[in-house]
């Protein structure tokens, strides 16, 4: 059975940087596109940002220059580095996998951004 299981989340100052883990548990995660999603209480879920199995990125716009995003293969891990976080950062935010026939999602982290 896949797992993707979330860390990093937490309470965080406007201003502030988090930085956010997910390991999983795929027998080759290197093929996979990994991704961040986040949803925010009342709003549908939105994708912040992608990496390939070829190491290519894409971010939402609202996170251009702010977050980023990485994976170690070898340690079948994906993170996302946020700083200048705002209080529109605030979100559960999920792990995602994904490859043709085969899509996965983990639990979800809690950010809240607040002074």
């Known amino acids: 059975q896949v797992q993707l299981v979330e860390s990093g989340g937490g309470l965080v100052q406007p201003g502030g940087s988090l930085r956010l883990s997910c390991a999983a548990s795929?027998?080759?995660?290197?093929?996979?596109?990994m991704a961040w999603y986040r949803q925010a209480p009342g709003k549908q879920r939105e994708l912040v940002a992608t990496?390939?199995?070829?190491?290519?990125?894409n971010y939402a716009d609202s996170v251009k220059g702010r977050f980023t995003i990485s994976r170690d293969n070898a340690k079948k891990t994906v993170y996302l580095q946020m700083n200048s976080l705002k209080p529109e950062d605030t979100a559960v935010y999920y792990c995602?996998?994904?490859?043709?026939?085969?899509?996965?999602w983990g639990q979800g982290t809690q950010v809240t951004v607040s002074s």
């Open positions: 995602n996998s994904y490859r043709v026939g085969a899509d996965y």
């Open positions: 795929l027998s080759i995660f290197s093929i996979y596109t």
């Open positions: 990496i390939t199995s070829g190491g290519s990125t």
